[in-house]
């Protein structure tokens, strides 16, 4: 059985970002309190988050659908997985820019995590608008330390009046919630 503990040391000591300690907790507080059923995940690396959130969705049969940009990543994602013994997850090894997502799932989503390329948010919302179910939360990851490469998704928000809330997680950095 994998143990999050040594997988976040190995990501550490090989400088592979992740979640933080701290935002880890607020996504359990989080998903726990709003129990998600179907939840999608945008760039997974080597699937810490992923392990995290498909673990707490579990426990009320939820599912996670999630992608992965790089390849090598993938493939260590699906090594992990397979310790964590884990088997309510669809991982893709695509840039979901870059594909149809109707060829890979025709339920919509009533949750979903990005934690990716922050100069990219905007454009992962406007890809995954449609396959979100009406009453859905977003949550973005390092809105406030990367607020810089935020422009065109906070200009979205003001634009379409959506509604937001950005819990500080950690000094210097935090989350957006979106419903």
């Known amino acids: 059985m994998l143990d999050l503990l040594d997988l976040r040391k190995t990501c550490e000591d090989r400088h592979i970002p992740l979640i933080s300690i701290q935002t880890q907790d607020f996504l359990v507080s989080w998903l726990e309190r709003h129990q998600p059923k179907?939840?999608?995940?945008?760039?997974?690396?080597?699937w810490y988050s992923s392990i995290v959130i498909s673990q707490?969705?579990?426990?009320?049969?939820?599912?996670?659908?999630?992608f992965e940009i790089s390849y090598p990543a993938y493939l260590e994602a699906l090594?992990?997985?397979?310790?964590?013994?884990?088997?309510?997850?669809?991982?893709?090894?695509?840039?979901i820019n870059e594909i149809s997502l109707?060829?890979?799932?025709?339920?919509?989503?009533?949750?979903?995590f990005i934690d990716a390329q922050k100069s990219q948010y905007w454009d992962y919302l406007q890809k995954i608008r449609s396959h979100l179910a009406p009453e859905n939360t977003l949550l973005l990851d390092d809105v406030i330390k990367y607020q810089n490469k935020l422009t065109w998704l906070y200009q979205f928000i003001e634009k379409m009046q959506i509604n937001y809330k950005i819990f500080d997680t950690e000094p210097g950095d935090g989350v957006m919630l979106i419903k």
């Open 38 to 46: 179907r939840v999608l995940e945008i760039w997974s690396a080597v």
């Open 56 to 66: 707490t969705i579990s426990k009320r049969w939820g599912t996670l659908t999630s």
């Open 102 to 112: 109707e060829k890979f799932f025709s339920q919509k989503f009533d949750a979903a």
């Open 79 to 95: 090594k992990n997985i397979e310790k964590a013994e884990i088997n309510n997850v669809v991982l893709y090894p695509f840039d």
